[in-house]
């Protein structure tokens, strides 16, 4: 018997706990992944990829689109939430279902059940592409988490403390890595290095992140 026989088997998934409120789980989607990007050319056609400015005037080395109610922009004017495009002022395409889903799942099994995202913040990164340090901090409650996937090409992410100059953890985020981080560990500093080149079976030259957020504030539970 050959072991090539196994070799379309996904790698088991792995689950960390990287600090209170922060779980990564290795390899979580990859078994998935190829049914979750083909909702991507789709999208992308209707909210295309594109390098934003940031309110000092730079172009961002990640390109950008959303998906869900509302989609994260940032231009000459500053960092914020639109449920328009500012390409065309149309709707941001709504959020597939798998997707939703797949945050859901990880949302809850991190601790943060209920989590309802509204947002889909889709990133994709050409080799020498990054992402500064930085918090996220522009949704209306900050307990709520952030969940991430990472697909194709590998990247080192840093994983800092509440304050900027704490010392950043260095992760490996690889392809169907899913990374939540909420609660405790939601006002942590975190970047992405640069891409290195490589070549991967699903995304080609590229490494490809999608980010849940419940952007907007939660409705009151009711009586
Ligand atoms: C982000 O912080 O918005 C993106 C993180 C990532 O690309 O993994
Ligand atoms: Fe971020």
Not at 56 to 70: D, E, I, Q, W
Not at 113 to 129: K, V
Not at 205 to 211: E, F, I, S, V
């Amino acid at each position: 018997m050959s072991l090539d026989l196994f070799s379309h088997l996904a790698n088991p998934v792995e689950r960390l706990e990287l600090a209170p409120g922060a779980v990564l789980w290795r390899h979580r989607l990859e078994a998935e992944a190829a049914t979750l990007l083909a909702e991507l050319p789709t999208l992308l056609t209707q909210a295309p990829l594109r390098h934003m400015q940031t309110p000092g005037g730079f172009s961002m080395s990640v390109a950008m689109s959303n998906c869900g109610t509302l989609g994260w922009v940032t231009d000459r004017k500053g960092y914020r939430y639109s449920p328009t495009d500012p390409l065309d002022g149309s709707a941001w395409p709504p959020m597939p279902s798998s997707w939703r889903q797949a945050a859901v799942d990880a949302a809850r099994e991190a601790g943060f059940a209920g989590f309802a995202p509204d947002a889909c913040l889709i990133n994709r990164y050409a080799p020498g592409a990054k992402m500064a340090l930085h918090q996220d901090k522009d949704e209306a409650d900050l307990n709520l988490p952030i969940v991430s996937f990472s697909f194709g090409l590998p990247a080192c992410f840093l994983f800092g403390g509440l304050a900027r100059g704490d010392k950043a953890q260095r992760i490996l985020l690889e392809h169907g890595d899913v990374l939540v981080w909420g609660g405790p560990a939601r006002l942590r500093w975190h970047g992405i290095q640069p891409i290195q080149p490589g070549q991967h079976p699903l995304t080609g030259a590229c490494r490809l992140n999608l980010t849940f957020r419940c952007a907007a504030s939660r409705p009151e539970p009711g009586p």
